[in-house]
């Protein structure tokens, strides 16, 4: 087994002598009981049973705290926390918990089919260069039915970082990363509400090739109780990139895509805030990222779109709404 991540506490060595679970589940959850017994349900199914799941609950009510005390199987834990509402925060306080060769993640509303962790445990084995593993996903509704005219979502294999910035979509609830990888990249950015996944995905696959299963192994769920927003999107998206063009060991080629992608996000959030009436926001976002942004062509559009919709009066914009109608 692995050594203990340095931001571990030192419970976990003082039960060294216990037997390890080879792999730790992560779960973060706030107020989802619609979803939350059947998320738990789809780890019990798994056919590879050498697991631990670890809840973070985020201070949910007393309903989803009696369920949880339900779980009384010797795999499961659950870290009672007070209220955040930043998922990041749970996960890294269940990383703290974990004691497995492995951390996979799964939120409460999404579900695993059985043979998930076997084939991706199992693919690991036969390619040790590869630290971290994917599955290929599906959509489904609150009702569980796969969402019509969505196709599934492919896995990826390889060295993709490039890749993550344009074309590559990963779910969390698909990955499984060696600990020592994990050790290796650090935890989640607690300064991001949304985009704390696709940060880390930058980092994992600037340390190791991906290793994809191409089957739906996966369930994530669509549902109205989602939280966030498009303009908070936007911003970490934007943050996501800023980030990692901090990072001095990028070469050219990736500085140069994430330089491009950073002006594409500014423009989208510049958008966002305009479409959603922070007309003020809009026009010192454009204002702000035109120094970098200025010589790519898909900032322009977005920029302009941005600025016309917030230095147009709302009078005018509804008139001009109510003529075209």
Known sequence: MLGALPWVAGERAMGAAAPL???????????????????????????????ELIIADDGSGEETRRYLRTLTDGRVRVLWRAHCGRPAVALNAALQAARGEYVAFLDSDDLWLPGKLAAQLGSLSHHPDRRWSCTAFSLIGADGAQLCGRPVCPAFSGSLRERLLTDVVIAMPSVV??????????????????????ELWLRLAAA??????????????????????????????????????????????????????????SAGLARSQA?????????????????????YRGWWGGALSATVRAATPPLVQRAWRALRA
């Open 177 to 198: 990363v060696a600990r020592s990888l994990m050790q290796q990249a650090g935890p989640l950015d607690e300064e991001l509400t949304m985009c704390y996944d696709d």
């Open 21 to 51: 679970p080879a792999v730790s589940i992560l779960m973060p959850t706030y107020d989802r009981l619609q979803f939350l017994p059947a998320a738990v349900a789809s780890v019990y199914a798994q056919t590879f049973p050498d697991w």
């Open 208 to 265: 190791s090739e991906l290793d994809g299963v191409d089957e739906p192994l996966t369930l994530v769920r669509r549902h109205g109780s989602h939280g966030g927003s498009d303009i908070l999107a936007w911003s970490d998206r934007r943050r996501v990139i800023e980030k990692a063009l901090r990072d001095g060991t990028n070469g050219a080629s990736f500085a140069a895509v994430l330089r491009e992608r950073r002006a594409a996000m």
């Open 275 to 295: 479409l959603y009436g922070r007309r003020r926001d809009a026009l010192r976002t454009v204002a702000a990222s035109a120094a970098y942004s200025w010589r």
